[in-house]
């Protein structure tokens, strides 16, 4: 069974600064992943999607990127805001079923 | 732009009480899911549905039945809640390898 890691649990950083979120999967034989945001309390907003055929994805200052033979991806955060505070999990799908982390909670502090 | 309705957003109910937590998706995506998330914690599969008359459990078991009698819509209903139920509830849809979620549905059981 895929089983999925996010470290670290908690982040906490000071704004302006770049940061990596990562993520890690035990079975290689992945579709795709992707990488979400959650707010408290809410649900889960889609950031990223990056193919297993792609090694990296951007959306503004959000960079991830995929080692599908690592069983890895990372999230960069570039110019981290107090907006960016939230929770954010990774996702790996196999064909059949989304496998999700536990998720890095996100403190960016002003 | 994925849209996916929940509702109610917050339910506090008694125990004992049958309830249905809605969800709708105007995407027309075959693929729908629950999902069961505490405060911190994993998001856990309860159900799935691969199409209009598909459902299937998910890998938490769970007391509460799905219906799906249409391509947009994908109710979960608990016939008599217990406060063990309490927690966030969270619908998704999906097309090809790409999930959406909806805002989620907090549920306290008293």
């Known amino acids: 069974k895929q089983e999925v890691t996010q470290i670290p649990a908690a982040l906490s950083v000071p704004e302006g600064e770049n940061l990596v979120l990562n993520c890690s999967f035990t079975?290689?034989?992945?579709?795709?992943l992707q990488w979400f945001r959650q707010d408290p309390g809410k649900g889960l907003t889609s950031l990223l999607l990056?193919?297993?055929?792609?090694r990296e994805q951007t959306s503004g200052r959000l960079n991830a990127s995929l080692d599908k033979s690592s069983g890895r991806s990372t999230l960069y955060i570039a110019a981290s805001q107090p907006g960016d505070s939230a929770t954010y999990l990774c996702?790996?799908?196999?064909?059949?079923?989304?496998?999700f982390g536990t998720g890095t909670s996100l403190t960016v502090i002003p | 732009e994925a849209d996916i309705y929940q509702t109610p957003r917050y339910l506090v109910i008694g125990t004992g009480k049958k309830i249905t937590l809605e969800c709708s998706q105007t995407?027309?995506?075959?693929?729908m899911y629950w999902y069961q998330q505490d405060p911190g914690m994993e998001l856990h599969l309860i159900h799935y549905?691969?199409?209009?008359?598909?459902?299937e459990k998910g890998d938490l078991s769970s007391e509460s039945t799905v219906s799906r009698i249409r391509t947009e819509h994908f109710p979960l209903t608990l016939e008599s809640a217990r406060p063990s139920h309490t927690s966030q509830y969270l619908c998704?849809?999906?097309?090809?390898?790409?999930?959406?979620f909806g805002p989620g549905t907090r549920l306290t059981v008293l």
């Open positions: 995407m027309g995506h075959d693929k």
């Open positions: 998704a849809s999906s097309v090809g390898a790409e999930q959406f």
């Open positions: 079975d290689s034989a992945i579709y795709n």
């Open positions: 996702a790996a799908f196999t064909g059949n079923q989304f496998y």
């Open positions: 990056i193919q297993s055929s792609q």
């Open positions: 549905s691969y199409g209009v008359n598909s459902t």
